[in-house]
């Protein structure tokens, strides 16, 4: 079983996506992951954003392994980091040497602890269009940037990082854009996503919609 999970940064997707994968119990796939990689190795290798040939190398040498280990640096989850992954993920070069890595995942599931899984939740931008046209289940989730942008205003200010809300706005406003509108796979729903907006939903409230659908796919 294949489900993919789309969407705008601060919809949702991820604390979906890990509660549809504890309750079936399967592996998890946060490809946000290798885009941050490969924004984060740029800065520790003291690359410009802008030099997509460094860009493109860093993307054909990164393997899961390494990038698991990026993802303990403080500065992956960043704001910046976001930031920098979306900047990086915009180049079609970049997008095509992870590609392989990501739908790689599909064909043999495991979870943390390298126990093989039955099924995969993907979570990203293109997962249900580009990395798995032939999921099972495919979910865009939504909200308005006012909405989603007050979601990481609070996060950070839960978190003792000091925030201006009119600022994380902004940051949402232009990873929107940056993601909805490049050239090479942009954010967009799949023409067979089932779509939620979590303006209106609470999370639980999803997870049950979400479930519902899941369980309606799994009983035929
Ligand atoms: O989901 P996230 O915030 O970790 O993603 C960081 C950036 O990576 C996002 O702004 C765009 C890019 N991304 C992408 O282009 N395709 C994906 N499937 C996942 C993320």
Redesign the pocket.
């Known amino acids: 079983m294949i489900i993919t999970i789309?969407g705008p940064?601060?919809a949702g997707?991820?604390t979906l996506a890990a509660s549809i994968s504890k309750k079936y119990n399967y592996a998890y796939f946060?490809?946000?992951?290798?885009?941050?990689a490969v924004?984060l190795e740029m800065h520790l290798q003291n690359k410009d954003l802008s030099d997509q040939a460094a860009a493109l190398q860093i993307s054909q040498n990164l393997t899961f392994e390494h990038m698991h280990e990026l993802a303990k640096n403080p500065d992956f989850?960043s704001a910046l980091?976001?930031?920098n992954?979306?900047i990086?993920?915009?180049y079609p070069e970049v997008?095509k040497a992870l590609l392989k890595m990501?739908q790689d995942f599909a064909q043999n599931p495991v979870f943390a602890d390298g126990r093989p899984a039955k099924g995969v939740v993907?979570?990203?931008?293109?997962?249900g269009t580009?990395?798995c046209p032939q999921a099972d289940v495919k979910f865009f989730i939504t909200a308005s940037p006012e909405v989603r942008a007050e979601r990481r205003y609070k996060e950070f200010l839960q978190k003792g990082i000091s925030a201006n809300y009119e600022d994380v706005l902004a940051d949402v406003k232009a990873?929107d854009e940056?993601?909805a509108n490049?050239a090479t796979?942009p954010?967009k729903p799949a023409a067979d996503a089932v779509i939620f907006d979590t303006s209106t939903l609470t999370i639980p409230e999803v997870l049950q919609k979400a479930c519902e659908v899941i369980d309606e796919k799994q009983n035929h």
């Open positions: 789309d940064a601060a997707k991820g946060d490809t946000g992951m290798v885009y941050r924004g989850r980091g976001g930031k992954a979306s990086v993920s915009a997008r990501q993907y979570d990203g931008r293109d997962t580009v990395v990873r940056r993601d490049r796979a954010m």
